[in-house]
Nanobody, 125 residues
Framework: VQLQASGGGLVQAGGSLRLSCQAS????????VGWFRQAPGKERDFVAL???????VYADSVRGRFTISRDNAKNSGYLQMNSLRPEDTALYYC????????????????????WGQGTLVTVSS
């Protein structure tokens, strides 16, 4: 499975962006899809997760502002980001995790099997 993230850009505080994660292959529907972000000089942190049945999990810092979703027919995942803040500035990565024998919810980097390249989100104040 290969993942391609897109949709990043420069936005003013309070604005919105929608990130997309396009997957190749025919197993996307059986994978959990997550988003992580990494700010300069910081660790790569969990942002949001959507399971194969649509259950969602969010980091406290984005809950109520970000919405994760998926469209299995399009092999795609999405992250709608509203009310953006300067502290949301980071490189955003989409990732996918297998489900067999795995715990729910996966929220650490090593629980994800596939990664896309990052897409940069910059929020100006």
């Amino acid at each position: 499975v290969q993942l391609q993230a897109s949709g990043g850009g420069l936005v003013q505080a309070g604005g919105s962006l929608r990130l997309s994660c396009q997957a190749s292959g025919d197993t996307f529907g059986r994978l959990r899809v997550g988003w992580f972000r990494q700010a300069p000089g910081k660790e790569r942190d969990f942002v949001a997760l959507v399971g194969t049945l649509g259950h969602t999990v969010y980091a406290d810092s984005v809950r109520g502002r970000f919405t994760i979703s998926r469209d299995n027919a399009k092999n795609s995942g999405y992250l709608q980001m509203n009310s953006l803040r300067p502290e949301d500035t980071a490189l955003y990565y989409c990732a996918a995790a297998k489900t067999l024998g795995r715990r729910w919810p996966p929220q650490t980097r090593n629980e994800f099997d596939y990664w896309g390249q990052g897409t940069l989100v910059t929020v100006s104040s």
